[in-house]
């Protein structure tokens, strides 16, 4: 027993494993933190362990997809093997003496690869079985399509290795009773030349007994005092070249894909991009660690610090522009006494009857004498599950009321995917007004606004993005990089068949003949809090409360007309689907646009501000109330919410004194939950100002089946994410919501 026990112990695979744990923790810590992608321990917000579970390639998740992510599993594979090489081959001299010693490193070097390995499948069959629904056939496919991927990829590594790595039997022969080069003096820093002492006396550390071969059987492991130092090193200073090109090669790789990004062919699933991008991580922290050992830590700083130093000059800071403005002419003026001069009561008068003028034109829809219900859209964010949401309920309300919902509704606001369904059936809804052959209602259209983003954008961070944008392209004659809001846009119109192709602009008539409802979209400030309200109609007065207008002084400016400050700038030459992504970028996500300003803006997420629409819709109607009052039978506040709106309450009665540190934090965590108490405190305003038989809310709120299975808000749907968004409208807390709209608008 006790033999058997040692056996095991003194074996090459478990002493490289406790090599790994005692010196190459950063190193374990890359599958350490794949693994927390992979299950959504990190990044589950964004939907990140679906490019791993559910690869997409070509607009399809199948064998191709995960053949493709098998490949770079093995390249990862590699690398860490190269790079664990490459730091501790020399603790092992008696691989020098062999035929094919880095072969037979990565066989005895399986113990954390195969414990990968065996919780990937398990992990992707169970998550393809109970969250895509895919048949047993579908998912032998997909596990079959990713050990090729690995097998294509250690074929190709090992015949590069077998045709370039020299083993001492190949030097042996080259040296002809000729003395090897002086490696001594070659080698630096002096670390290494105790490694050749270290070779030379055959005092090593780490104890080996057995190691596995080529057929997997134990062998013993024989003394190498006898053969040259010299010798011995030359073997694996010559392996680790070999690994350097390698590595190289992969990163050129990168490089290059991120050129193409224009061709969905070279868009590799992102889930495959992620690991190629730490297999350099990997090697560059290999590479570190071996040339300056005891000084890495100091290296790595210093490299983080150069990085941040050089990226702060325009050559290598390229700032993600809107789409169609035009940042050559000279930039806007942004202060606050130009903010005032926006809202300047001959601009507010202006903005305001023409708004009004729309707002006749609805009117006219509807018999003289009838005084009708204005609704007022408002969508919450949340990536694709509030697309999908959004799009679920404005189609069924509106087909089950006979189409009276959309004539019925003025205008449309919220934040982030919300507003990428309400706007996509917006545009469907104006292709049927024009008389094209389209049914509004067809359930395609859910599928297609649910179609997968996050895999191009994780494409473009990583092969593109990490390495300063650039590619260039052109919209009307005015030069752009690409980036990841670039592909975004790309993506988002190739999935909507080019839906969003649109200027702001095309929109300003069928708007201001009320064709279809006028729409706010309403990206957060980063500089100082406020909101951009970008519109194809002037809406100057939503920049200030209206006693604002009046009374300069009395309160804060707290939004910028978008079309006003940059009217210079090519305001409504921006493309319609900039504007959409502007209203969703997420942090980290999608990259912040910077404006043409002086000083210099950025904008991001709507939800910052206001997730669901309903301050952009109280001001509209605190503007409005007298025309509002006077022409129609109150207003309905629709509201469509991918949000439970009562978050459960959780204690911090057993917290410890680390904890309670930073309880003060944790309010910043709750955004969303004190938008909900401001917006109520707005809604209650509104209740007074129109008279409580004069306005009502109306809350269509996704409930998931399972609270702990709640739908993502990123910008992937896996299929039982879907369904659920989808039945939700069918609960009875929905169901009701119906009756109560059916009721308001009859």
């Given at each position: ?40 321990t990190i ?10 579970l ?16 098998g ?9 860490w093997n ?9 603790h ?27 919780f ?7 998550f ?12 032998f ?28 039997f190949?030097f ?15 080698i ?6 105790d ?18 071969t ?9 003394s ?27 990163l ?17 699933p ?9 297999s ?6 290999g ?10 830590t ?6 983080l ?39 300047a ?5 202006e ?11 609805w009117?006219?829809?509807f ?5 009708p ?6 969508v ?34 919220g ?39 996050l ?24 030069t ?8 975004f ?9 080019n839906?969003f ?5 095309d ?7 009320a064709i279809?409802?006028m729409?706010?979209?309403?990206p957060?400030?980063?500089n ?8 194809s109609?002037?809406v ?5 409360p209206p006693i ?5 002084n ?18 409504q ?6 504007g959409l ?5 997420y ?10 300003s ?20 109280t001001r ?7 025309w ?17 709106k ?13 904890e ?9 965590g709750?955004?969303l939950?004190?938008q ?26 996704y ?7 709640r739908?993502s ?12 968004v ?5 609960l009875k807390?929905?169901?009701e919501?119906?009756?109560l ?6």
């Amino acid at each position: 027993m006790k033999k058997w026990l040692s056996d095991i112990i003194y074996s090459f695979p478990v002493q490289l494993f406790f090599l790994h744990l005692r010196n190459n923790l950063l190193l374990i810590g890359m599958w350490i933190f794949v693994v927390l992608l992979l299950t959504g321990t990190i990044a589950d917000l964004y939907g990140v362990k679906y490019l791993f579970l559910s690869p997409e390639y070509m607009g399809e998740v199948g064998f191709n997809s995960f053949f493709i992510l098998g490949a770079a599993f093995g390249g990862f594979f590699m690398t860490w093997n190269l790079t664990t090489y490459l730091l501790d081959a020399h603790h092992f001299p008696f691989l020098a003496s062999m035929k094919r010693p880095f072969t037979k490193f990565i066989l005895n070097n399986f113990i954390v690869p195969l414990t990968f390995l065996v919780f990937y499948f398990t992990y992707t069959i169970w998550f393809q079985r109970y969250f895509e629904y895919w048949a047993i056939n579908v998912i032998f496919t997909n596990c079959v399509g990713f050990l090729l991927g690995i097998v294509l990829m250690l074929f190709l590594s090992s015949a590069y290795f077998q045709f370039t790595n020299k083993d001492i039997f190949n030097f042996a022969k080259k040296r002809k009773g000729k003395l090897p080069p002086n490696l001594i003096d070659t080698i630096s820093p002096n670390r290494r030349i105790d490694r050749i002492h270290n070779i030379k006396k055959g005092t090593v550390r780490w104890r080996v007994d057995t190691y596995l071969t080529e057929s997997f059987r134990p062998r013993i492991v024989r003394s190498v005092q006898h053969y040259d130092y010299k010798l011995l090193f030359s073997v694996f200073k010559q392996n680790h070249l070999n690994a350097l090109v390698v590595q190289l090669m992969s990163l050129v790789a990168l490089i290059v894909m991120g050129y193409l990004i224009d061709y969905p062919m070279f868009r590799i699933p992102a889930g495959a991009s992620i690991l190629i991008m730490v297999s350099i991580v990997i090697a560059l922290l290999g590479a570190i660690t071996y040339w300056f050992d005891g000084w890495r830590t100091t290296v790595f700083f210093l490299l983080l610090i150069g990085i941040n130093f050089l990226t702060k000059f325009e050559s290598f800071n390229h700032k993600n522009k809107a789409y169609g403005l035009d940042y050559e002419m000279e930039p806007a003026k942004y202060t606050y006494a130009d903010l005032q001069k926006v809202c300047a009561v001959e601009n507010v008068n202006e903005d305001k009857n023409a708004t009004i003028q729309i707002l006749e034109n609805w009117k006219k829809k509807f018999p003289n004498k009838e005084k009708p219900k204005m609704v007022l859209v408002c969508v919450s964010g949340g990536g694709l599950r509030a697309a999908a949401w959004v799009m679920q309920v404005l189609q069924k309300s509106d087909s089950l009321l006979d189409g009276r919902l959309f004539s019925h509704t003025v205008l449309t606001t919220g934040a982030s995917g919300g507003m990428i369904g309400a706007s996509y059936l917006r545009e469907l809804f104006l292709k049927q007004q024009m008389g094209e052959d389209i049914n509004i209602y067809d359930s395609k259209y859910i599928d297609i606004i649910s179609q997968d983003l996050l895999n191009s954008i994780g494409f473009t961070i990583v092969t593109n993005d990490l390495f300063l944008p650039w590619a260039k392209f052109n919209v009307d004659g005015k030069t752009y990089r690409k980036d990841r809001g670039y592909i975004f846009e790309k993506q988002l119109n190739e999935n909507t068949n080019n839906a969003f192709t649109k200027k702001i602009k095309d929109y300003k008539s069928p708007e201001a003949e009320a064709i279809i409802p006028m729409i706010f979209l309403t990206p957060s400030i980063v500089n100082d809090g406020r909101r951009m309200i970008i519109s194809s109609q002037g809406v100057s007065y939503m920049t200030i409360p209206p006693i604002g207008v009046a009374r300069p002084n009395a309160v804060e400016i707290d939004a910028v007309d978008f079309g006003r400050v940059f009217a210079k700038q090519g305001a409504q030459d921006m493309n319609f689907v900039t504007g959409l992504r502007m209203n969703a970028t997420y942090p980290y996500i999608l990259p912040n646009v910077y404006l043409p300003s002086k000083p210099g803006i950025e904008v991001m997420d709507a939800g910052f501000r206001d997730n669901y629409g309903i301050n952009s819709a109280t001001r509209f109607i605190h503007v409005f109330k007298d025309w509002i009052l006077e022409n129609t039978n109150g207003v309905v506040l629709l509201q469509i919410s991918a949000q439970i709106k009562v978050e459960e309450i959780v204690p911090n009665d057993d917290q410890g004194a680390i904890e309670s540190m930073l309880n003060p934090l944790g309010i910043a965590g709750q955004i969303l939950t004190l938008q909900d108490y401001e917006q109520d405190t707005n809604l209650g305003f509104i209740f007074d100002l129109l008279g409580r038989d004069k306005f009502e809310v109306i809350r269509y709120i996704y409930y998931p089946k399972d609270d702990m299975e709640r739908a993502s808000i990123s910008f992937h749907l896996t299929s039982k994410e879907k369904k659920d968004v989808l039945n939700s409208y069918f609960l009875k807390k929905n169901d009701e919501k119906f009756e109560l709209l059916k009721k308001a608008l009859e």
